[in-house]
């Protein structure tokens, strides 16, 4: 491990996951390579990681036979500000380690957790953003997209700060855009409509329908309605309550009066005086009531006619508008609002227009920073890669991003478009990334740009898998180098058949496949000593492990050792 160096990725489990039953790997920091023959398992292993980062998960992962694959990997953060900072916004934080699981289910469900805490799989997401980076041995292809040529410029310019601002002048010069347009649009069919909506203001106005009144007339219209059957089952209420000969009143009276003469034989039965002594009294407060409802029960012939000119006045226009008859207060509001910004439509325009002189010039002041910005980091990239290529055995070859800045309509990403533009032999002109015919020497420039990029990278552990495909002789030999360089300053992952690369780790795990009796599992182990050199003696000669295969092994292991 290289001297204060620091681990992130310390511990990965994982249980039930393809061909594996249940691996246990301890990691340290500094360069990490995994290595063993083809169909080990050394995929599977970055599978499983990858799923616990958020991949998508499906029901296949699980192994044949299990009930849910499980995989759990434990980060050191006390270093990594950017995810303690997310940690603690999400109430998330837990000391100086965080635990991540995915539980995937044989249906293709799964579960997240972050520190014991289920998550959905979007804060998974989010999270491992701040803490991994992989680069695959597919990489070269993504490289060919315009979008992710000027992402890794941006990254590499450390600009999506600027970027972002630039996206944000953008859609604020957008949205200023589409207020004029619409405006514009209203005011080239102004004056006809205009007259309509003054007319539906002013019919609407004359009704001048009012919140909640509809339902306030259609109460008192069904009581006046029901006016001489209210009075007259409220009298009948009052009559048996109360005046009636044999009325409730009298009964309940008297049957007080016998329930008193029975608790004086036995005093447990006065709580039935109380009972009806209390009965009495309500119905003698619900004669109260009656009597009162009784003497506001009047017929009013008039104020009925009123009442249904009205609600019919209201039900006409309803009909009109194509509103129910309650929504027509908010019609009205809606219309004047309306017309209130048609005849003030002249002004508003004038206003949205200058708004939106002063967001575009807002985004071509941003745009014109971004693209200083990316002409000032394609500079230094085109000598870092270049100077990187001649190492990687394309000497006289040359690299350089190319900008082309046409300010014309605003876009979310500047003015500027980004192309990768790549030589691999002296004297010759440099092409655009996409049309470089030979695979390999594709797949090293994409290695080398890979490898600059990381140098201004803020994530702490990194992943290559078989980036270096491909490559071989000297050239491989450089890249463990360089890939070891990274693990001083970053916790670097990776996953090789190259004997060159595999002798500059600073821990070196094999991944192997066992044959049991049912199905077969994968096993991982940490090489140290004798066991690492016969390791790199069969990535250099085969299985036959010879003297010479060994002791050039030997060489490189202990000419690598730092």
């Not at 407060?285 to 019919?312: F, H, I, M, N, T």
């Not at 209130?340 to 002249?346: I, R, S, T, V, Y």
């Amino acid at each position: 491990m290289p001297p204060g160096a620091r681990s992130m990725l310390t511990q990965l489990n994982i249980k039930d996951f393809a061909i594996i039953d249940n691996v246990d790997v301890a990691l340290d920091a500094g360069m990490t390579v995994l290595t063993g023959e083809t169909g080990a398992g050394k995929s599977i292993l970055l599978d499983a990681l990858s799923l616990v980062l958020g991949d998508r998960a499906e029901s296949g992962v699980v192994r044949h036979g299990a009930g849910r694959a499980d995989i759990t990997a434990v980060f050191d953060v006390a270093d990594c500000d950017a995810a303690r900072d997310w940690l603690r916004a999400q109430d998330l934080d837990s000391e100086d380690d965080c635990v991540l699981r995915r539980v995937v289910g044989a249906d293709g469900r799964s579960k997240s957790y972050i520190n014991g805490r289920p998550v959905p799989l979007q804060s998974l997401r989010a999270l491992c953003e701040t803490l991994v980076e992989i680069h695959g041995q597919h990489e070269h292809q993504s490289l060919l997209k315009d979008a992710v040529q000027r992402e890794v410029l941006d990254e590499f310019g450390g600009l999506n700060a600027l970027r972002d601002t630039v996206t944000a002048a953008y859609r604020r010069w957008r949205d200023c855009e589409e207020q004029v347009q619409s405006l514009q649009s209203a005011a080239d069919n102004r004056d006809e409509r205009l007259d309509l909506l003054r007319y539906q203001v002013n019919e609407l106005r004359a009704l001048d329908p009012r919140a909640g009144e509809l339902q306030q007339l259609e109460e008192q219209h069904a009581r006046l309605s029901n006016a001489d059957r209210l009075r007259a089952g409220l009298a009948e209420l009052i009559n048996g309550l109360y005046e009636a000969d044999d009325s409730v009143h009298d009964r309940l009276a008297r049957l007080a009066a016998h329930a008193e003469e029975l608790a004086g034989v036995d005093a447990a039965c006065a709580r039935l005086g109380e009972l009806l002594d209390n009965a009495r009294i309500n119905s003698d407060e619900a004669v109260s009531e009656a009597r009162a409802q009784l003497s506001q029960c009047d017929s009013d012939p008039a104020l009925l006619a009123d009442l249904d000119k009205r609600l019919g006045a209201m039900h006409e226009l309803a009909r009109k508008h194509r509103v129910a008859p309650g929504e027509l207060h908010s019609q009205l509001e809606s219309l004047s609002a309306e017309l209130d910004d048609l005849e003030n439509a002249g002004s508003r325009l004038a206003e949205y227009r200058a708004q939106l002189a002063e967001a575009l010039e807002a985004y071509r002041t941003a745009a014109a920073k971004l693209s200083a910005g990316r002409r000032k980091a394609a500079r230094r990239m085109s000598r870092a890669v270049t100077e990187l290529m001649q190492t990687l055995g394309m000497q006289g070859g040359e690299f350089a991003p190319v900008i082309d800045s046409q300010p014309g309509k605003p876009g979310p990403h500047g003015d500027d478009t980004v192309r990768l533009e790549v030589t691999a032999n002296a004297g010759q002109p440099r092409r655009a990334l996409r049309k470089v015919a030979s695979g390999g020497e594709l797949s090293r420039i994409s290695l080398a740009i890979q490898l600059v990029a990381t140098r201004t990278a803020r994530i702490p552990t990194l992943i290559f898998d078989e980036v270096d495909a491909g490559i071989g002789g000297a050239t491989a030999e450089m890249v463990g180098q360089k890939l070891a360089a990274l693990g001083s300053s970053y916790q670097t992952l990776c996953v090789t058949h190259l004997p060159q690369v595999a002798a500059c780790a600073d821990q070196h795990l094999q991944v192997s496949k066992i044959a049991g009796d049912s199905a077969a599992r994968t096993r991982v182990r940490r090489l140290e000593g004798e066991e690492r050199v016969n390791e790199v003696a069969r990535m250099l000669g085969g299985l036959d492990l010879t003297p010479q295969s060994l002791a050039h092994a030997e060489a490189m292991v202990s000419g690598n050792k730092r």
